[in-house]
Every structure is written in structure tokens, then in C-alpha cells.
């Protein structure tokens, strides 16, 4: 039995007995929802989002909506619903999780074909400095200075920090670098390089690393401007930089159909993804450090959320079908990067 | 065989009435090894499985990449470290805790056992409070220039902190039967004391030391909780090979984390059937002497 045999069996046990315990959906007063969602954006949903959801379905309908939530690594999210955790919606990290749920079967219709291309949030990367930046760090190039102590969180059990090392890499290879010229391949690995010789820790996600960080770990942290945001809003003092060129960090939402048509929830399940992309979610995602993607919303929080100089997407480097196997796959850059590091010391 | 020998009373036949019927033995035996197949085989075999699914030459290419091969290094080295230390330390406090009398000895005895309660997270992030960067002993430590949450050292506290009861608790029993008599008398026929210990105390107690620091060596080659916190995760230099396997199962390589898996565990079982192999000769050897 493989792991995920046994996750599903895990889930299966655990979701009969909530099954059991509640009678799902037996009388019409009531509908579940089961959300599967990532770890960030957990307090938007649980005390925004949901709530107003309910009291507007409530409205419309006369049905109380009860919600089972789960929140987990994105991956580790999207590997529970593969493996039998049945979620009637995902809320994931990135494209590449919900994909995997689109290719097990579980999703049958085209997600993207939803408002903004089923984007619900956005983040950019950021670097994360001490307060009051007393390194000076302005931008990427800054990274590469000797002896500067760098966190991020490692790309092979964190799919969200796959981004920072393809801002890193794209930037350089966008032009923004100072001495890394435009598309120039070489030089932009050799940046990486340089950058990655500084980072003395991995943790296994984009949370925890920024909890090092907080408990005074490292001098600078890869990280989204979602995550400093929440953080600072819990009174933490560290502040960040917006480097010149990024990359936009763009969080899928999708209706699985398989589950909501076992669970017969389809028109609630379409009425919340739908209510996602309102004023009101949207305005929700941006009190808690997301960047909403509705055009309007996102001119009322400018001043919270200034614009990239150079603001690209993961399709500058191929989408992601293409950027995890030339980047982390076996013979990809970083993976390289790593080994020579390894053998080097 | 030894048990046996030393007790009279074992020596004499059995009473008829104390034979079971034979199809009591036969029920317990199946009960027994199907649960142990159950538990162990079964799991263990689909860990076998998945590494060969895509062939030998796969599971080896799983093994050829550097990462791969430094984590297990890496893993090799921290826990032979943590087990030599185990096995000295370990010892020293077993002898301590039974031989001498102090105040605080029943807590201290009680206290060996906690390590294996904390969930090993909450130890990897103790370490971390403790020792890292503004932690309570990190102003010292920075003075004399060691490194240790995020570095090696780190690694193997964290692995001292979850494998600690492993040889005290073997040896414990051991020393208490042991008669101290022994001991009091080859003191009092002109042995020095270390003599004493060299000669009388360790030999009698090898076996005891050998199983604990065979089960503390196992448990920190398979330890991932503590050191993922602790380590800092670099590959090539702080990985080890429990973090890197995470790593491969996160990033959709069941095979490349099984076959690593695979290694792990042959490295354990061939240590313990080597011991266990060892231990009966010497039992053989002492039996045909």
C-alpha cells in the first residue's frame, strides 16, 4: 500500500465517522460544504468569508450552510483529496495542486474557464528584512552579499517556495539584476548560485520559516507579502522589500465535481466559488494581506498594496509544466545548484 | 539456553498438568506472527515494492543522485555519533542511577522516560529556543564559536534528546540483578576499582549495552521530527536522509523516497541480525567452553 493508500484510508475512516455523526445533508435546512484549503489564507475564510457566505445563502435560500474546513500544506492538501478526502472545494497555493486533482478525475470541467482564470488572491514575493533594514537590502542583487544569512523555505517539501527561487531566477533573467544581462541563462544560474550560497536554512514550509525568522533567525527571509503582512498584523516588527522585478503569486480556487455531485451540493458549491470573486471576499482577502484580483478592489487597497515595477507571471519561464522540471526536477537548475553546493563544502 | 541452566527449578520436568493442548500453542503462535505480519512485513513490503516498481536500474538512479547519497551519509554519521555517545553516557547514568544512593534519585529515574512523551517536534523546537540564535545559551556559545541549532551539533542533540532512554533503560535491569557482591568482592581481593568495572561490571552487562545502543542507533537513522527543526535543511550539508525522503514524497517521488527508505531499513536490519548473530556465538562459545 502506497502512502496515499493509506491517507485515504486515514481520511476515509475520519470523514465516515464525521458522516455518521452528522448526518450529512439529511433534511433540507441544511447543506456541508467541505472546504480543503492551504494554511494562509485560514483566517480569511474561517471568520470573513464563510460567515458572510452563510448569512447571504441563508438570505437567498433559507439553508444553512455548515462548513467542514481543512487547512494544510497545499500539496499535502492536494495529495489528501487525490487520496480520498472529499472536499467539495479547493482552495490551493498554486496551479500545479489543483491540477493534480484535475488529472486523479476528481475535477471534470475546465477550472480555469472560471472569472480571472479561477484566480481568487494574489501575492507577490518579497524579501523580508529586520527592522528598519539595517542591512540596507534594496533589491535581489543585494542577496549575494558574503556572509548575509538567508531563509527560505525548501522548494522540495514546500510547493508555495517554489516561487521565490523563480522570482530570484526570473528577475535575474528578466534584466533586473545589476551585471546579469537580459535572457543571459548562464549568468542567471550563476546568480542563483551566489544567492543560494547565503541561505543556511530550509524549513519544510513558507510558515515555518517565517516563524524562524521571526524568532530572530537570519538576516533576510524569501517570502510573500502576504505572509509579513499577517505577520506584522500579530504585532510582529520586521519589515520587507519589494524588489523592482517579481513574480505574481496567483491562488487557485476549484469546484470538484465529483464530490459535489456525490454530495448533491452543486448549486451551493457554485453559489460560494461565485461569491469569492465579490466586492465582499474580495475586499476580505486584502484586510488579510492577499491581493485581491478584482480591478476595483484592488485600486482601493493601492496604497497598501503598491504596484511591481516588473511584475511578471510563472509563464515568463514556461508555466509551471515546464518551470518544475527545468528548475527542480533532476537535472534542473536548482537541483544542480544544490548538489554542488553539497559536494563543494 | 542460559536462563534455563542457572534455574533448578526450570530444569526439572514439566508437570503434565502445565502442557497446553496443542492446539492452544498453535493458536497463539498464529495470533502472533499474523499480527507481526500485520504490523510489520505488510507495511514494510509495500515500502520494498514501490522503491523496485520501476526496476533495480530505477531504484539505483533514486541512489545515484548526490543529494541522496550525502543525506545518508549525513544520517550514517550523526547517528553512529549519537550511538557511541548513547552507549557511554547511557551506561555511566544506568550504573549511576542503580549503584548510588543521592537525593532526587527516584525523579531523576522517572524523568529518563519523558523524552519519549514530548512529541519529537516540540524537542526539534526546545533546541531551537535553547540554543538558537536568541536562545538562552546562544550568547555563550557564540564566544566560543560553536555552531549547533542549524548545524550538525544540532543534529545530533536532537537525536541524543530522542534516543535517550534507550541504552539506560536496557542496562537498568541488568545492573539491579547483577549482585553487587560481585562486584564488592573482586574490590576486596585487590582489583582497582576501574578494574572492577572493566573486569565484572561491563561484561555482564555487554549484551544489555549492545541491544540498547542498537535500538538508539535505529530510532536516530529513522528520526525526522526533531532534526527537520533543528537542522536547517541544506542539501549536501545538513539533510538527512528522513528530511530528504519527506522531501521526495512532497515533490512526487514516492520511488526516490522509498528507495532511500529501503536503505535506511536494510542498514538497520543488517545491524541488528549482525549483533543478534554475534551475541549467539558468544553464547555458543561460552556454552561449548
Known amino acids: ?345 | 539456553m542460559t536462563a534455563r541452566a542457572l534455574d533448578p527449578q526450570l530444569q526439572q520436568p514439566i508437570s503434565p498438568v502445565l502442557v497446553p493442548r496443542p492446539w492452544g500453542t498453535w493458536g497463539i503462535r498464529f495470533v502472533a506472527i499474523s499480527y507481526l505480519a500485520m504490523m510489520i512485513v505488510l507495511p514494510l513490503t509495500a515500502i520494498v515494492k514501490t522503491a523496485f516498481q520501476a526496476g533495480p536500474v530505477a531504484f539505483l538512479h533514486e541512489l545515484a543522485s548526490p543529494i541522496a547519497w550525502e543525506a545518508l551519509k549525513l544520517t550514517l554519521l550523526v547517528s553512529t555519533i549519537t550511538c557511541v555517545i548513547n552507549t557511554v553516557m547511557g551506561t555511566l547514568t544506568a550504573y549511576v542511577l542503580v549503584r548510588f544512593e543521592f537525593p532526587g534519585r527516584r525523579l531523576l529515574n522517572a524523568l529518563v522516560d519523558l523524552p519519549f512523551a514530548i512529541p519529537t517536534l516540540v524537542t526539534g523546537i526546545m533546541l531551537v529556543v535553547l540554543y538558537g540564535p536568541q536562545g538562552i545559551a546562544s550568547a555563550w556559545l557564540e564566544g566560543l564559536g560553536i555552531q549547533v541549532i542549524f548545524a550538525k551539533p544540532g543534529i545530533v542533540l536532537a537525536l541524543l534528546l530522542v534516543t535517550f532512554p534507550f541504552v539506560i533503560r536496557s542496562v537498568q535491569p541488568g545492573l539491579i540483578e547483577a549482585e553487587k557482591d560481585q562486584e564488592e568482592a573482586a574490590f576486596t581481593l585487590g582489583a582497582s576499582k576501574w578494574g572492577t568495572v572493566y573486569r565484572i561490571v561491563l561484561p555482564t552487562l555487554l549484551p544489555a549495552i549492545l541491544t540498547g545502543r542498537l535500538l538508539s542507533f535505529a530510532r536516530a537513522v529513522g528520526e525526522f521530527g526533531s532534526v527537520i527543526i533543528v537542522a536547517g535543511n541544506i542539501p549536501g550539508i545538513t539533510l538527512t536522509a528522513p528530511v530528504y525522503v519527506y522531501g521526495q514524497i512532497e515533490s512526487d517521488n514516492q520511488q526516490g523516497a522509498s528507495a532511500v527508505s529501503v536503505i535506511l531499513m536494510t542498514l538497520s536490519f543488517t545491524l541488528m541480525l549482525t549483533v543478534d548473530w554475534m551475541q549467539q556465538r558468544k553464547e555458543e562459545v561460552r556454552h561449548a567452553g
Open chain 1, 1 to 345: 500500500m502506497t502512502v496515499r493508500g493509506i491517507v485515504a484510508i486515514f481520511i476515509l475512516v475520519i470523514t465516515l465517522g464525521l458522516s455518521v455523526g452528522c448526518g450529512r445533508s439529511s433534511n433540507s435546512e441544511e447543506v456541508v460544504l467541505t472546504l480543503g484549503a492551504y494554511t494562509t489564507p485560514r483566517e480569511v475564510y474561517s471568520k470573513v468569508i464563510i460567515p458572510a457566505f452563510q448569512a447571504h445563502w441563508k438570505e437567498k435560500t433559507g439553508q444553512h450552510v455548515r462548513f467542514q474546513e481543512s487547512y494544510l500544506g497545499s500539496g499535502a492538501q492536494s495529495r489528501a483529496i487525490v487520496g480520498g478526502f472529499e472536499a467539495d472545494i479547493a482552495a490551493l497555493s498554486l496551479e500545479a495542486d489543483i491540477d493534480r486533482i484535475a488529472r486523479a478525475g476528481l475535477i471534470t470541467h475546465d477550472w480555469k474557464s472560471r472569472s480571472r482564470g479561477g484566480m481568487v488572491s494574489t501575492s507577490i514575493v518579497v524579501i523580508a528584512v529586520r527592522p528598519g533594514n539595517p542591512l540596507k537590502i534594496q533589491d535581489w542583487a543585494d542577496l549575494t552579499r558574503p556572509g548575509l544569512n538567508i531563509l527560505t523555505p525548501d522548494p522540495k517539501t514546500s510547493g508555495g517556495a517554489m516561487w521565490n527561487i523563480s522570482a530570484v531566477y526570473g528577475a535575474a533573467l528578466r534584466g533586473f539584476v545589476a551585471g546579469v544581462p537580459e535572457r543571459d541563462h548562464t549568468a542567471a544560474r550563476d546568480f542563483l548560485s551566489k544567492v543560494f550560497r547565503n541561505v543556511t536554512i530550509m524549513d519544510k514550509g513558507a510558515r515555518e520559516s517565517i516563524t524562524n525568522f521571526e524568532r530572530g533567525v537570519g538576516d533576510v527571509a524569501l517570502t510573500y507579502e502576504n505572509e509579513v503582512l499577517v505577520g506584522q498584523q500579530s504585532g510582529q516588527t520586521y519589515e520587507y522589500v519589494i524588489p523592482q522585478s517579481t513574480i505574481l503569486i496567483e491562488n487557485p480556487v476549484a469546484l470538484i465535481d465529483k464530490h459535489v455531485d456525490a454530495h448533491g451540493v452543486r448549486p451551493v458549491a457554485e453559489a460560494f466559488l461565485d461569491f469569492l470573486w465579490s466586492k465582499e471576499a474580495q475586499q476580505a482577502y486584502a484586510q488579510f494581506g492577499l491581493r485581491p484580483v478584482d480591478p476595483d478592489v484592488a485600486e482601493e487597497v493601492r496604497d497598501q498594496y503598491p504596484p511591481v515595477m516588473d511584475l511578471w507571471k510563472i509563464e515568463f519561464l514556461g508555466g509551471w509544466e515546464r518551470a518544475v522540471p527545468d528548475l527542480f526536477g533532476p537535472d534542473g537548475i536548482y537541483t544542480q545548484i544544490s548538489e554542488k553546493r553539497g559536494m563543494s563544502q
